[in-house]
């Protein structure tokens, strides 16, 4: 048997080749998954243009120099098992390599998931290397498994950011502002704070994404970038960035002079990414969502996490499928070549923010 994945150049994301490798025989313990379907969003090229810096390129080393694969999120199915726990054609949704298969070593087994016990991945954050095993997985239901690959790891974080800033009392602020409105995380967190009394939620986008965005009815207001003076100098604010655009950080902290806080998410402007350092206001703070998952686990106990967050997910889930009015319409794409080109148009920042991409390595029906 063999593998294809996609490698990515580390240092110029736009650089990318399509490899066969054949496969190792599994060690006892390993099983072999069979990756069906996975999203490709503007996240996962956050995870490119942060890989370095958060170890995303560690999870799935590709063993060439210089290129990496980057991770997205998906569902498999297990082709190959050397593990007694874990049973052949058990449906399975994690992190997974932009891959048709991956080998898996699962640990710490439970009705409702598994750990991948790679040596590799074991100085990694604990949340990614975690795989729901779909039949007791309360978020799971089979006719809507794009919709969960595709905002399902987006919404987590979305939900964490806004209880990240209500936990902190918004640092003071009354207006929080969203950069690249359009993508799916922030319209998640916009979701989840228009349910917050008092706050008013700014989305910032390119003129051409304003009409979506204005649709979606999450956003108090949107504003383009190039109409910042629309929203007056001394807004009581707090900045959430998940453009990553440098040049805008800076006009963002120049002309609030009441920025309370700035938080960086992402980087959906790969090609102006930027340091953050000499800025006017507060320092811009990274956020990481496992820190925000730990804190709360911690003080609320996982089973109080997971009921507030599976009610947040349905309500949100309903809202972005209503037939009427849909936010998000997945499309798939299947073979290599699809990968691939689907791939360049994510990262070309081409492809409208209603299509969700649903991609598989393996050619269709």
């Known amino acids: 048997m063999s593998t294809t994945d996609l490698l990515i150049r580390k240092d110029a994301l736009g650089t990318t080749r399509l490899r066969n490798s054949s496969d190792a025989p599994l060690a006892d313990g390993q099983v072999r998954v069979r990756i069906d379907t996975f999203a490709l969003t503007s996240n996962n090229i956050t995870y490119g243009a942060f890989g370095d810096a958060m170890s995303y390129w560690q999870f799935f080393p590709s063993g060439e120099e210089g290129w990496g694969r980057i991770p997205v999120w998906g569902f498999g199915s297990v082709a190959q098992s050397m593990h007694?726990?874990?049973a052949v054609g058990e449906r399975v949704y994690g992190y997974f390599p932009m891959a048709d298969q991956v080998v898996l070593q699962p640990d710490r087994l439970r009705p409702e998931g598994f750990t991948d016990a790679a040596p590799h991945r074991s100085e990694l954050h604990a949340v990614y290397n975690r795989y729901m095993r779909c039949g007791a997985d309360p978020?799971?239901?089979?006719?809507?498994?794009?919709i969960q690959a595709l905002l399902r790891p987006l919404f987590i974080t979305s939900w964490l950011i806004d209880d990240f800033l209500a936990d902190n009392d918004f640092f003071g602020a009354d207006t929080v502002l969203l950069s690249s409105a359009s993508s799916k995380t922030a319209y998640g967190t916009a979701f989840q704070l228009a349910q917050r009394?008092?706050?008013?939620?700014?989305?910032?986008?390119?003129?051409?994404n304003k009409l979506f965005c204005e649709s979606l009815g999450c956003y108090s207001r949107v504003v383009g970038y190039d109409e910042l003076e629309l929203i007056p100098a001394d807004a009581l604010c707090v900045y959430v960035d998940f453009a990553g655009n440098a040049a805008f950080r800076l006009a963002v902290h120049t002309r609030f002079v009441n920025l309370r806080f700035s938080s960086s998410i992402?980087?959906?402007?790969v090609e102006h990414l930027g340091?953050?350092?000499?800025?006017?206001g507060p320092r811009a703070t990274l956020f990481f969502a496992p820190a925000?998952?730990?804190?709360?686990t911690d003080e609320w106990g996982g089973a109080v996490?997971?009921?507030?967050?599976?009610?947040a997910w349905k309500a949100f889930t309903a809202q972005v499928t209503d037939p009427a009015a849909p936010w998000l319409v997945p499309d798939r794409h299947h073979g290599p070549e699809a990968v691939q080109a689907a791939y360049a148009e994510v990262l070309g920042g081409r492809s409208h923010p209603r299509m969700g991409h649903m991609l598989s390595f393996h050619k269709a029906l």
């Open 197 to 208: 009394p008092g706050i008013e939620v700014i989305g910032l986008t390119s003129p051409g």
């Open 139 to 146: 978020l799971y239901t089979a006719d809507t498994e794009d």
């Open 84 to 86: 007694p726990g874990v």
């Open 292 to 296: 925000q998952i730990k804190k709360r």
């Open 266 to 269: 992402g980087g959906t402007h």
């Open 275 to 280: 340091g953050a350092k000499n800025l006017p």
């Open 305 to 311: 996490m997971g009921e507030k967050l599976l009610t």
